[in-house]
């Protein structure tokens, strides 16, 4: 089994900053790709980004595009969102999850079968 936490989630005014960080433990798989997901009350979940298992490809929803950036930690098991500029309609509980291999266009759906998930952390952004 593998558990995903999420941390770095809080609440900042609009143009600030937060980096969210996610670590993948138990039987990880060194080749899972890992990626966000945001849902805010009474929206259904969207995608955000992901990376493949060694960073040399990401995916990015286009209304975070040029603001957050995805990035692999120094093991294949980390995960980071550094999301700038940030504007209340970034508000959500942010999710990440992990999955095998695949074509990154494949997380542009925030509904399919991801093999793993994290309990969330909550960001929210003032005006």
């Known amino acids: 089994q593998v558990k995903l936490v999420e941390s770095g989630g809080g609440a900042v005014q609009a143009g600030g900053s937060l980096r969210l960080s996610c670590i993948a433990s138990?039987?990880?798989?060194?080749?899972?790709?890992m990626g966000w997901f945001r849902q805010a009350p009474g929206k259904e979940r969207e995608s955000v980004a992901a990376i493949t298992w060694n960073g040399d490809g990401t995916y990015y929803a286009d209304s975070v595009k040029g603001r957050f950036t995805i990035s692999r930690g120094d093991t294949e098991n980390t995960v980071y969102l550094q999301m700038n500029n940030l504007k209340p309609l970034d508000t959500a509980v942010y999710y990440c999850?992990?999955?095998?291999?695949?074509?990154?266009?494949?997380?542009?759906?925030?509904?399919?079968?991801?093999?793993?998930w994290g309990q969330g952390t909550q960001v929210t952004v003032s005006s």
């Open positions: 999850a992990a999955d095998l291999p695949g074509p990154l266009m494949n997380w542009k759906n925030p509904h399919r079968p991801y093999n793993y």
């Open positions: 138990g039987r990880t798989h060194s080749t899972y790709a």
